[in-house]
């Protein structure tokens, strides 16, 4: 009988310390999966599109919330992670990038910035159309982005250009860039030459 009991003893004792190691684990695991989970600086808040000078460009950010991939205007893409709240990490391109305190900007040590708002304060006058230099028929056709543009000159030769978000006009094919007068009727051109809008009479 004292055998029996002594071995009811035992198997409850063992059932107990079974319980008691499946409770630690549990705390354990749960701690564990607590510990890698984003914090309240988690850079999930950032994905989606961001802009640069006016063209996109794109945040993907990890269901971890840590690890992110950016993508450049150019379709470049980087992986990287949040260090803090405010930091973000691009190992690949010895980059980081401070987060504004409203989340809506990303200032990067390259000296570039990303802002979340789509639009762009760009020219105040609509360049879109026929302009002339020195008498000769050139032409702006601006996209239905308002930011990218296709530009031919007096030969015809094309290229393609953008405006940044200074009203600035880049044009990285043929290295100049432009600023549209106030008036909306001539551009001047960083290689001395200047286009203007044909007047009606």
């Not at 709240?85 to 990067?108: E, N, Y």
Request: proline share 5%; glycine share 12%; net charge positive.
């Amino acid at each position: 009988m004292n055998g029996i009991f002594n071995a009811c003893v035992t198997t409850a004792g063992l059932r107990a310390s079974a319980k008691w190691w499946l409770a630690i684990c549990t705390f354990v695991f749960v701690a564990a999966a607590v510990a890698r989970q984003p914090s309240d600086g988690s850079a999930a808040g950032l994905d989606g599109r961001w802009y640069h000078d006016g063209a996109p460009t794109r945040i993907l950010v990890a269901p971890d919330g840590r690890s992110i991939t950016i993508m450049n205007e150019f379709g470049q893409r980087s992986d990287g992670y949040a260090g803090d709240p405010q930091i973000l990490v691009i190992p690949s391109l010895a980059i980081t990038g401070r987060v504004s305190k409203d989340g809506r900007r990303i200032t990067w040590t390259n000296g570039t910035e990303w802002r979340r708002e789509s639009s762009v304060p760009g020219p105040t006058v609509n360049i879109n159309g026929r302009w002339f230099r020195n008498g000769q028929p050139t032409s702006i056709d601006v996209a239905r982005d308002g930011r990218n543009f296709t530009i031919i000159q007096e030969w015809g030769l094309r290229a393609t250009g953008r405006i940044t978000g200074n009203g600035e006009l880049i044009v990285p094919a043929w290295g100049v860039t432009g600023q549209v007068k106030q008036d909306g009727q001539r551009i001047k051109w960083s290689n001395g030459t200047e286009w203007t809008r044909p007047r009606l009479f």
